[in-house]
């Protein structure tokens, strides 16, 4: 079970509790308890891959997926799966991205029909002035 503390119980802060990342770094802070479908309670802080004791194999943080994993090789892995799954979005994203008759795409063709509006509101505000 995790260490309980309590910090700044003088002063009435929240009750800390200590968890532990896969790769042996230490957190500390208050437990996330939810209710479960079941009627139970659970801290999801454990969801995040946490842990309550302090491993005794540490694994490697990779930071492509922000999570962790046994060898280099599923690291490199994972890089590489999530490069070949950015370049398929962003090769999808060129090809379905809307665009209008000018050849620019729809955010200009907005910041054109704002302006435009803009210049008959200026319009109307002067001839209404002149009256």
Excluded: F
Excluded at 14 to 30: N, V
Excluded at 31 to 51: E, Q
């Amino acid at each position: 079970m995790a260490d309980t503390l309590v910090i700044g119980d003088r002063i009435g802060g929240q009750p800390k509790q200590r968890y532990w990342t896969p790769d042996g770094r230490e957190i500390l802070t208050a437990a996330n308890m939810h209710g479960t479908s079941d009627g139970g309670v659970r801290d999801a802080n454990y969801d995040k891959g946490w842990l309550p004791s302090k491993p005794t194999e540490l694994k490697l943080y990779c930071p492509h997926c922000d999570r962790w994993h046994d060898t280099k090789v599923e690291v490199t892995n994972c890089g590489e799966k999530k490069a070949t799954s950015s370049a398929r979005y962003m090769k999808w994203a060129k090809k379905n991205t809307p665009k209008d008759g000018n050849g620019k795409g729809e955010i200009d063709g907005l910041k054109a029909e704002l302006a435009e509006m803009k210049k008959l509101l200026n319009k109307l505000v002067a001839k209404k002035e002149k009256k």
